[in-house]
């Protein structure tokens, strides 16, 4: 089972990723996978996040 903050590393990397496809592409196409894949990363973050936050109230309680 993996932590939380397994669970943000992964998604931090994902996001560097599809942020470097976005970036560094060199085909004269448009492609919105590396958007997509950025979004999804993004929206993963903020979950995990919200979910932490969430997890860390709880057990101050």
Known sequence: M???LDRLTIYS???FIA???LVLKTS????AMPLLGLSA???GIWIE????Q???EE???
């Open 2 to 4: 993996l932590t939380t």
């Open 13 to 15: 990397v994902l996001c």
């Open 19 to 21: 942020f470097c496809a």
């Open 28 to 31: 004269v196409e448009p492609s």
């Open 41 to 43: 990363a993004i929206f």
């Open 49 to 52: 996040m919200r979910r932490w």
């Open 54 to 56: 969430d997890v860390s």
């Open 59 to 61: 057990q101050e309680n």
